[in-house]
């Protein structure tokens, strides 16, 4: 089982760049990992997701070219880091887990319903 916590969430202006970092403990390596956001009165959303030990990512849309992921196996932690960042990037984001199955899917997950662990979220604010 792993435990997720995320950090490095903030107030920011337009335009500016923010890193999150989520700390997981418990067989790191062997999970694909992913970033989540939610903004008030509306659903969670997929933001970015890597797989195969981090060899290959998948991002949405509305990030594409802004934010990337990574993580260092060695620190057991996974970051998000998000560039030219607009007021619609607030949100409370969200790091997740799950056992790393790209090798055998092809795929990397996307959704929330197929990541079993979660942190507890880190509020990133962007202000105009």
């Known amino acids: 089982q792993v435990q997720l916590v995320e950090s490095g969430g903030g107030l920011v202006q337009a335009g500016d760049s923010l890193r999150l970092s989520c700390a997981a403990s418990g067989g790191f390596s062997s999970y694909a990992m992913a970033w989540f956001r939610q903004a008030p009165e509306k659903e969670r959303e997929f933001v970015a997701s890597d797989g195969e030990g981090g060899r290959i990512t998948k991002f949405a849309d509305s990030v594409k070219g802004r934010f990337t992921i990574s993580r260092d196996n060695a620190k057991n932690t996974v970051y998000l880091q998000m560039n030219s960042l607009k007021p619609e990037d607030t949100a409370v984001y969200y790091c997740?887990?799950?056992?790393?199955?790209?090798?055998?899917?092809?795929?990397?997950?996307?959704?929330?319903?197929?990541?079993?662990?979660w942190g507890r979220g880190t509020q990133v604010t962007v202000s105009s």
């Open positions: 997740a887990a799950r056992p790393d199955l790209t090798w055998l899917s092809g795929t990397i997950a996307s959704a929330p319903n197929e990541y079993g662990y």
